[in-house]
């Protein structure tokens, strides 16, 4: 093979290389990002933070497990075997995300005057005190979502623990797609927002 003909070959392969390359690339799909959402719920009991008695909330902690500590979102195949989706994953931190929208969850039912989502320098900085460690948050496409978690809420300057609980909830996904699974989440972190909003009021 002569050396023109050699350039020649090596021209047409890399040719074809980028052909393959370009296709390769349009062909795969892009990420799809989720965030979990409160409630659209018009606030009941919480009525209007101009009203005297409206409360300074902080959610001081949410704590994950390890393996929820990614930006996959993470289902089950069976009770020990976990899928991590490559193409659908959360918009930001899962703990920002199930803090933030528990805050407005609660505030649907307590009168909210103020929220803080990071720990405060000292107790007396908010009248009640959220904290939350997960066990589980996951579940199954078509089956149903899950949480296990155990929470305490803590009251004014002396940080008087007023309830301390493991609560477990789940809700039907009702449809075999990652939309319908974050749709179950949001609905458990709703139910999750009651109970301790409930504490709250009882506090």
């Known amino acids: ?31 799809t990002f989720y965030l979990l959402s409160p409630t659209s719920v018009v606030k009941d009991e919480a009525g209007s933070a101009d009203q005297e008695g409206c409360i300074h ?16 979102i993470v289902t089950r195949t069976t009770e020990n075997n976990l899928t991590l989706s490559d193409d659908d994953q959360w918009a930001e931190p899962l703990s920002d995300t199930v803090a933030r929208v528990l805050a407005e969850n609660i505030s649907r039912h307590v009168c909210i005057k103020k929220i803080s989502l990071s720990p405060g320098r ?39 623990l007023i309830r301390s609980k493991r609560s477990q909830f789940s809700e039907l996904v009702t449809g075999n797609t ?12 709703d139910t999750f927002g009651r109970e301790i909003a409930e504490a709250i009021r009882k506090g």
């Open 122 to 160: 000292s107790s007396g900085e908010s009248d009640y005190r959220v904290e939350v460690e997960v066990y589980r948050m996951d579940g199954s496409l078509g089956k149903d979502a899950v949480l296990d978690v155990w929470w305490t809420v803590s009251k004014g300057a002396g940080n008087v």
């Open 178 to 189: 990652y939309s319908a699974f974050v749709q179950a989440q949001s609905r458990m972190l």
């Open 57 to 72: 909330l902080r959610i001081a902690r949410v704590t994950l497990p390890e393996y929820l500590n990614r930006p996959h």
């Open 1 to 31: 093979m002569n050396d023109s003909c050699f350039y020649r070959l090596v021209r047409l392969s890399s040719m074809a290389f980028l052909v393959f390359f370009y296709i390769g690339c349009a062909g795969s799909p892009s990420s």
